[in-house]
């Protein structure tokens, strides 16, 4: 099978691209910066230059292709210009759908995040629930509409799609939210901790390679949501095992959720007047996302998928180990 790949140089995606050299699939890689193709080339994959706003280019990655996983996003919780969420995670997830359907590729693999669900009633959450009124962060809300695009392809052009929902990812190279927060702790940037008591359904990296890997050679699944993750913790739970596996002291003040939220509204509000990211990664978004955080059932991969997870204890270890060194 010859798969054509969109983010191939992200968190995921090289983790991704390293679990697919080791079968016998054939990969394109679409990329926007060739000084990341190293690795990839070194890899088999056959590279090619230019980002998901280019249909031509998207065409022509796709020619001969049997499948496409499209990883490619913004996934940020604080821009200077908040159109570009829009360009990419909307309108690029539109371009990639439509030239899939018009190169005729058996399967789309939509890379998506378990935060488009918002806050559902239900909790844990399922891939069937009802997704919540509100969405906390313009990432989670670009992604959303960008999951609506993608199904309506499905649903109205009768699209080959299957939509993967990863939880909160952890594990080595982590350079987003994630692994900025788990440095920050090593490096006792952080005055206090918050949110203690805020939950989050982790998952480490390779299992969502490896679960976008069983999605696409899946047969009979065009139409099947699943939410990849398993492991539900706390922020003081997960504080904790960062303490313990690095052997640096947490911050000992806690600060209360009203004072976070202030801060974050004032160094949001600086950062736009600066067009610097807001110190400490306190944007309105991203405190936000923390503070309600999402709880959802992941074991329908591993049922339908065959999955097995890592436990994050490990995917913690790892990612530590990558940032010491």
């Not at 990329?31 to 193709?37: E, L, M, S």
């Not at 065009?222 to 939410?227: Q, R």
């Not at 306190?282 to 999402?294: E, I, K, P």
Request: glycine share 10%; charged share 25%.
């Amino acid at each position: 099978m010859r798969i054509f790949i969109t983010g191939a140089t992200g968190f995921i995606g090289t983790h991704l691209v390293r679990r697919l050299s080791k079968t016998k699939h054939q990969l394109c890689c679409l990329i926007r910066d060739p000084g990341k193709a190293g690795e990839l080339k070194q890899l088999g994959a056959s590279i090619l230059i230019g980002d998901v706003t280019d249909k031509a280019c998207l065409r022509e990655g796709m020619r001969g292709c049997d499948g496409v996983i499209h990883l490619a996003n913004l996934y940020s919780f604080w821009e200077p210009d908040n159109r570009i969420y829009r360009q990419i995670n909307i309108e690029g997830t539109r371009n990639v759908m439509q030239d899939a359907l018009e190169m005729g590729v058996s399967k789309v693999v939509h890379v998506s995040t378990a935060g488009i669900y918002g806050r559902p009633t239900v909790c844990p959450f399922t891939e069937e629930s009802p997704v919540g009124p509100v969405r906390f962060s313009r990432y989670f809300q670009t992604k959303y509409e960008g999951d609506q695009v993608a199904w309506e392809f499905y649903e109205k052009k009768g699209l080959p799609l299957v939509v993967v929902y990863p939880g909160s990812v952890l594990g080595p190279g982590d350079p987003k939210a994630s692994g900025q927060y788990i440095q920050n702790l090593l490096n006792r940037r952080l005055p206090a901790t918050i949110f203690d008591d805020s939950i989050l359904t982790f998952v480490c990296v390779q299992d969502v390679a490896e679960a976008l890997v069983r999605a696409l050679e899946k047969e009979k699944n065009i139409g099947e949501k699943y939410l990849v993750g398993k492991y539900r913790y706390s922020f003081r739970e997960l504080n904790q095992m960062i303490g313990e596996i690095s052997g640096i002291p947490l911050p000992k003040i806690r600060l209360p959720g009203f004072m976070v939220m202030m801060n974050a509204l004032l160094l949001t509000g600086l950062a736009a007047l600066t067009k610097k990211p807001p110190l400490w990664g306190m944007s309105m978004d991203q405190m936000r996302t923390m503070r309600y955080g999402f709880c959802f059932d992941g074991s329908k991969a591993e049922r339908d998928l065959g999955l097995s997870y890592t436990p994050i204890r490990t995917a913690l270890e790892e990612a530590i180990a990558s940032y010491r060194q």
